[in-house]
């Protein structure tokens, strides 16, 4: 039986305390009062008063005990033999009545053997305390252990087929079988301890009550055990699940932003190729890579450094500032202390293109987006003008970053509106020491 998982421990361990259990009386036995006092069988008393006779035995062994006017009693060639009998012995007993009838009645119990009081306790050999209950609770030990490690093995896979739950039944019942009957079983009469099937008397009231008692707590233990552990393995299943779930749904939410990025792009550059703006269009061209180049970097990513983001939105915010020229202006606030702090990957694009989309922009009025650090807190914020003539939304902007915030921090964020200014708060996440 090989042990490999820290389960097996707790296995071992169980049926240890199962087997100490069920030997309880057995360990106080050595503490308390002394064995011949209650270890010894001794025929229970009959309904009928005790007669006396004179035994007679015949050449076979068996004995008659004759009643003076009485039909004579049977003496088991077994009794006497245990307990020393000779003919012509004065016997004072009660006696078993015949099972069927015609027959003898049979010896019960001797009161006195030749005018002295019988003492059984004389023809009693004793096996060894210790022997004894070392294979008493060698014996349980092993039986529960047989019997977990058994439910274990096949109730191991959360849903079990017909067929692997017959082979356990069939297995189960090939074990406890097996083991009552090597149970080991003191023989009084010669000192040793010998296998169950040997004795004559193979169920005992004793040993069918432990035996009984190991097996049903053995098997629930058992099933319990593998109930928890299925427990344990589904929510483990689900857990990972879920990751996987929040990873793709992710993934989803920050493929969006490409497409929608690139479109908006594109229409700047090809108005300054169409301008003859050659400088200012290699310019651009080089933030538009270095933005392309963090979004397939970090798209993977669901924490970045603020730093990283800032150096993003400002490669962001310098295509805007192109195409909305001394109309648009970006004002960064930030104190040293937050540039080490994390934020989920591409959170200031959707809010500086939100600002840009739904506000009027001009000469006369120039919109400023701020972007601070503020007790732990990154604030994105500008002026409300909204446009005569609104721009249908794709609903891919701020419900996105909302989303995802949630999905990556647990946290949302804060979004106020006065009338008079939008700003959007997102916690900030302080770096783990190492």
Not at 37 to 47: A, D, F, L, T
Not at 59 to 76: F, I, M, N
Not at 275 to 290: F, P, V
Request: overall charge neutral; glycine content about 6%; some cysteine.
């Amino acid at each position: 039986m090989k042990l490999k998982k820290p389960e097996h421990l707790v296995s071992l361990l169980a049926a240890i305390a199962i087997a100490l259990v069920v030997n309880f009386s057995y360990l106080l036995l050595l503490f308390g009062q002394p064995r011949y006092e209650w270890r010894p069988h001794i025929p229970r008393p009959s309904m009928e008063q005790p007669g006396e006779g004179v035994l007679h035995l015949s050449p076979d062994g068996h004995g008659y005990l004759v009643y003076a006017g009485r039909d004579s009693v049977y003496v088991p060639q077994q009794r006497v033999r245990w307990f020393d009998l000779r003919d012509g012995d004065l016997m004072r007993v009660d006696v078993n009545h015949p099972r069927r009838e015609g027959g003898h009645p049979v010896l019960n119990r001797i009161y006195e053997l030749n005018g002295e009081e019988f003492d059984y306790n004389q023809f009693f050999n004793y096996p060894s305390e210790t022997l004894e209950i070392s294979l008493q609770l060698l014996y349980f030990w092993l039986l529960s252990l047989l019997l977990i490690m058994l439910m274990r093995r096949y109730l191991q896979v959360p849903h079990l087929s017909k067929w692997r739950m017959v082979q356990l039944v069939l297995i189960a019942a090939m074990v406890v079988v097996g083991m009552f009957l090597i149970a080991p079983m003191p023989d009084w009469y010669s000192g040793n301890i010998r296998p169950n099937f040997t004795h004559q008397r193979m169920f005992d009231s004793v040993l069918v009550m432990k035996f009984s008692f190991t097996v049903i707590v053995s098997i629930l233990y058992g099933w319990i055990r593998m109930l928890v552990s299925h427990r344990q393995q589904v929510e483990m299943e689900m857990e990972q699940l879920q990751n996987e779930s929040l990873t793709a749904r992710y993934h989803l939410l920050v493929g969006q932003i490409s497409p929608h990025f690139f479109f908006n792009s594109l229409n700047s550059l090809s108005m300054l190729v169409r301008e003859g703006q050659n400088d200012t269009a290699i310019r651009y061209i080089e933030q538009l890579s270095y933005s392309f180049r963090y979004i397939i970097q970090n798209g993977q990513n669901t924490l970045v450094p603020l730093s990283d983001e800032l150096r993003f939105a400002e490669s962001f915010s310098y295509q805007y500032s192109i195409r909305y020229a001394d109309k648009l202006f970006f004002e960064f606030e930030i104190d040293d202390v937050y540039r080490s702090w994390h934020l989920p990957a591409l959170s200031l694009q959707p809010l500086i293109g939100n600002a840009v989309k739904h506000n009027t922009i001009t000469k006369s009025r120039p919109l400023h987006v701020t972007i601070r650090a503020k007790d732990g807190w990154l604030e994105v914020s500008n002026p409300i003008r909204p446009k005569l003539t609104p721009e249908p939304s794709t609903g891919i902007g701020l419900h996105n970053l909302v989303t995802r915030w949630r999905l990556i921090t647990g946290c949302d964020i804060l979004i106020l509106n006065d009338g008079e200014t939008f700003t959007v708060r997102m916690p900030l996440q302080k770096p783990t020491e190492a």
